[in-house]
């Protein structure tokens, strides 16, 4: 009996919670959870595993209406652009007319916009070249020895005003249509220290004073089509506008007139350039582009692929053409008086060049690593060499490559420059390595002594060693003027540089740089020497930038910059020591 009442239970209890029942489960009143109220006005925090959890200012948006909200909660506005305060057109650091944050005329859609801007650029700097003494007389009595004294001063102020009307929406796609104007007012005020340097005439003294007005930019870029809904475009620019052909400047860096079709595709994986500049003539000491052709003609073909071999790295490809026709229009001489075409080197015979340069270039990081590489071959004609007294057929290659690494505030980097150089002046080959109109960023750019100076040839000819600007031993006249040489020593350069974050403000950047001609058989043939060392010898810099409001508006820049020579260097100039220093204030608006 025992047995059966406790199954008659069992059985009790299991109807009774109705596992077995036929009717439904009673209604049972869920338990409630305590709901977590966001609390709006306490402070955000965020955690990272194994750090304390910062603390950010209290929730900023309670106070936007709900959607819900009646039509009287809202305030109408004139435009996106004017929601909340007008801006002052005086203030750089907010809302602004003058610098293209509202739009000052145009209907929805196709607004115009006004960028306006102006930069004051100033630099003090004494240097000293080697140069030869005063010809047929010099300030410095006594003096009876081949190089005079080479101490010189300079004085530049350069203001550059710009405007710039553009229609389009350029938050998330290409302008429509620009408009930009900037023209250039340069002084520049030279001391020498003997005759004939600033001006070919002893009798006019030994500082020049003169002032320019010319145009860095002024073109129309004028927005052809969108060819994917990620808006990949096709867009075209005419007028005289900055165009580097490569990305530190290695062949062509220019600001010339010229037109231009550039644009991207495949969701901005690949971009292109299709260019043609004919160039003009420049200033001889500002620099600054004169109204007259220089007949020569720029071509550039090149293409880029973004995220090539590791995502960050950018690959270019690149054909650039150049016609110079210059020798069949006379001679030309510079604003000092001295003749640069035909170079004043050799028999002086007039020339023109057929050139075309075939590179590849990457930039980018490759993990933690900053790298950029460039490798130019170039062949052509030139219809004569001065050096070499006959017509030439081209033939020279140059190398780039920079590697840097950043440890937080210090980046340390290491580069090599390599131009080939003619080894035999007379076999009807040129092999030496000479670009159209260089300007490289490159082992420490215008702080090194090489690249800011004009360093003259003393004997055997009116042209200079390495031109302003320029890492190529070229034996040109003049950059600016002059014509490509590719009868020249060429140079191996090795660098070891340090850049230092000290604060927020202020950079460090320190360079060295060990210098050697990659051939001497033309410097021995233009000095009638022999066994000339290709030691150039050392070259160190520092420079120092500060920035104390942490952006552009205002930069100062103080640098130094010396070249220790080698056995190679002291054979044509002596041993002693060249050296630079400068002062640059610029400031923006």
């Given at each position: 009996?025992?047995?059966?009442?406790?199954?008659?239970?069992?059985?009790?209890?299991?109807?009774?919670?109705?596992?077995?029942?036929?009717?439904?489960?009673?209604?049972?009143?869920?338990?409630?959870?305590?709901?977590?109220?966001?609390?709006?006005?306490?402070?955000?925090?965020?955690?990272?595993?194994?750090?304390?959890?910062?603390?950010?200012?209290?929730?900023?948006?309670?106070?936007?209406?709900?959607?819900?909200?009646?039509?009287?909660?809202?305030?109408?506005?004139?435009?996106?652009?004017?929601?909340?305060?007008?801006?002052?057109?005086?203030?750089?650091?907010?809302?602004?007319?003058?610098?293209?944050?509202?739009?000052?005329?145009?209907?929805?859609?196709?607004?115009?916009?006004?960028?306006?801007?102006?930069?004051?650029?100033?630099?003090?700097?004494?240097?000293?070249?080697?140069?030869?003494?005063?010809?047929?007389?010099?300030?410095?009595?006594?003096?009876?020895?081949?190089?005079?004294?080479?101490?010189?001063?300079?004085?530049?102020?350069?203001?550059?005003?710009?405007?710039?009307?553009?229609?389009?929406?350029?938050?998330?796609?290409?302008?429509?249509?620009?408009?930009?104007?900037?023209?250039?007012?340069?002084?520049?005020?030279?001391?020498?220290?003997?005759?004939?340097?600033?001006?070919?005439?002893?009798?006019?003294?030994?500082?020049?004073?003169?002032?320019?007005?010319?145009?860095?930019?002024?073109?129309?870029?004028?927005?052809?089509?969108?060819i994917s809904e990620r808006y990949d475009f096709i867009s075209s620019?005419?007028?005289?506008?900055?165009?580097?052909?490569?990305?530190?400047?290695?062949?062509?860096?220019?600001?010339?007139?010229?037109?231009?079709?550039?644009?991207?595709?495949?969701?901005?994986?690949?971009?292109?350039?299709?260019?043609?500049?004919?160039?003009?003539?420049?200033?001889?000491?500002?620099?600054?582009?004169?109204?007259?052709?220089?007949?020569?003609?720029?071509?550039?073909?090149?293409?880029?692929?973004?995220?090539?071999?590791?995502?960050?790295?950018?690959?270019?490809?690149?054909?650039?053409?150049?016609?110079?026709?210059?020798?069949?229009?006379?001679?030309?001489?510079?604003?000092?008086?001295?003749?640069?075409?035909?170079?004043?080197?050799?028999?002086?015979?007039?020339?023109?060049?057929?050139?075309?340069?075939?590179?590849?270039?990457?930039?980018?990081?490759?993990?933690?690593?900053?790298?950029?590489?460039?490798?130019?071959?170039?062949?052509?004609?030139?219809?004569?060499?001065?050096?070499?007294?006959?017509?030439?057929?081209?033939?020279?290659?140059?190398?780039?490559?920079?590697?840097?690494?950043?440890?937080?505030?210090?980046?340390?980097?290491?580069?090599?420059?390599?131009?080939?150089?003619?080894?035999?002046?007379?076999?009807?080959?040129?092999?030496?390595?000479?670009?159209?109109?260089?300007?490289?960023?490159?082992?420490?750019?215008?702080?090194?002594?090489?690249?800011?100076?004009?360093?003259?040839?003393?004997?055997?000819?009116?042209?200079?060693?390495?031109?302003?600007?320029?890492?190529?031993?070229?034996?040109?006249?003049?950059?600016?003027?002059?014509?490509?040489?590719?009868?020249?020593?060429?140079?191996?350069?090795?660098?070891?540089?340090?850049?230092?974050?000290?604060?927020?403000?202020?950079?460090?950047?320190?360079?060295?740089?060990?210098?050697?001609?990659?051939?001497?058989?033309?410097?021995?043939?233009?000095?009638?020497?022999?066994?000339?060392?290709?030691?150039?010898?050392?070259?160190?810099?520092?420079g120092v930038l500060y920035r104390p409001f942490l952006n552009n508006?205002?930069?100062?820049?103080?640098?130094?910059?010396?070249?220790?020579?080698?056995?190679?260097?002291?054979t044509l100039y002596g041993d002693k020591t060249l050296y630079s220093?400068?002062?640059?204030?610029?400031?923006?608006?």
């Open positions: 009996m025992r047995k059966r009442d406790i199954f008659s239970l069992m059985l009790a209890l299991i109807v009774s919670n109705g596992a077995l029942a036929e009717d439904p489960a009673p209604n049972v009143d869920p338990v409630e959870e305590p709901v977590e109220v966001l609390d709006l006005s306490a402070p955000v925090s965020r955690q990272r595993p194994g750090e304390d959890a910062p603390h950010f200012p209290a929730y900023v948006y309670e106070s936007v209406p709900d959607i819900n909200s009646s039509a009287s909660d809202f305030v109408p506005v004139p435009d996106r652009w004017r929601q909340f305060y007008a801006g002052k057109w005086y203030d750089p650091y907010n809302q602004n007319v003058l610098k293209g944050d509202v739009p000052v005329f145009g209907s929805p859609g196709h607004e115009w916009f006004l960028e306006t801007g102006v930069i004051s650029e100033t630099l003090l700097e004494r240097l000293k070249i080697p140069v030869p003494v005063g010809v047929p007389s010099t300030n410095n009595s006594g003096t009876i020895d081949t190089f005079g004294n080479g101490n010189i001063s300079v004085f530049v102020q350069q203001i550059i005003p710009t405007i710039s009307l553009i229609r389009g929406n350029t938050v998330f796609m290409p302008p429509e249509i620009e408009f930009r104007f900037t023209p250039v007012f340069s002084f520049t005020n030279v001391e020498a220290s003997e005759t004939g340097i600033v001006r070919v005439d002893p009798a006019r003294g030994t500082d020049r004073s003169e002032g320019d007005l010319s145009f860095l930019e002024a073109f129309a870029d004028i927005h052809l089509a969108n620019r005419i007028g005289v506008q900055k165009f580097s052909s490569d990305f530190r400047g290695f062949i062509y860096n220019d600001q010339q007139p010229g037109v231009r079709l550039f644009g991207n595709w495949d969701n901005n994986m690949y971009q292109y350039n299709f260019a043609w500049f004919p160039r003009l003539e420049k200033q001889t000491n500002t620099f600054v582009n004169e109204f007259e052709t220089r007949h020569e003609d720029v071509f550039v073909w090149n293409v880029y692929r973004q995220d090539l071999i590791v995502p960050g790295h950018q690959v270019q490809a690149s054909i650039i053409y150049r016609d110079d026709q210059a020798g069949s229009h006379g001679d030309h001489y510079n604003d000092n008086g001295l003749l640069v075409r035909p170079a004043a080197i050799g028999d002086e015979r007039a020339k023109n060049i057929r050139s075309t340069y075939f590179g590849l270039n990457g930039d980018g990081h490759i993990g933690r690593v900053n790298t950029t590489t460039a490798f130019y071959y170039v062949t052509g004609t030139e219809t004569h060499n001065q050096i070499a007294g006959r017509e030439q057929d081209i033939s020279a290659f140059m190398f780039a490559q920079e590697l840097s690494y950043d440890f937080d505030w210090l980046r340390l980097r290491g580069s090599l420059f390599w131009s080939s150089g003619d080894s035999d002046p007379d076999d009807g080959t040129a092999e030496g390595f000479d670009a159209i109109f260089d300007l490289p960023n490159f082992a420490g750019g215008d702080l090194s002594y090489w690249q800011r100076q004009n360093i003259p040839l003393i004997g055997g000819g009116e042209v200079f060693l390495v031109n302003l600007g320029s890492l190529i031993p070229n034996l040109r006249p003049g950059k600016e003027e002059g014509q490509s040489n590719f009868v020249n020593p060429g140079i191996r350069l090795y660098n070891l540089g340090v850049d230092v974050e000290l604060t927020q403000e202020m950079k460090v950047i320190s360079n060295a740089s060990y210098l050697q001609f990659d051939d001497t058989a033309t410097l021995e043939k233009v000095r009638q020497l022999g066994g000339i060392d290709r030691e150039i010898g050392w070259d160190l810099s520092v508006n205002v930069q100062f820049r103080l640098g130094a910059s010396s070249l220790v020579p080698g056995d190679g260097l002291e220093v400068f002062s640059n204030m610029i400031l923006e608006y």
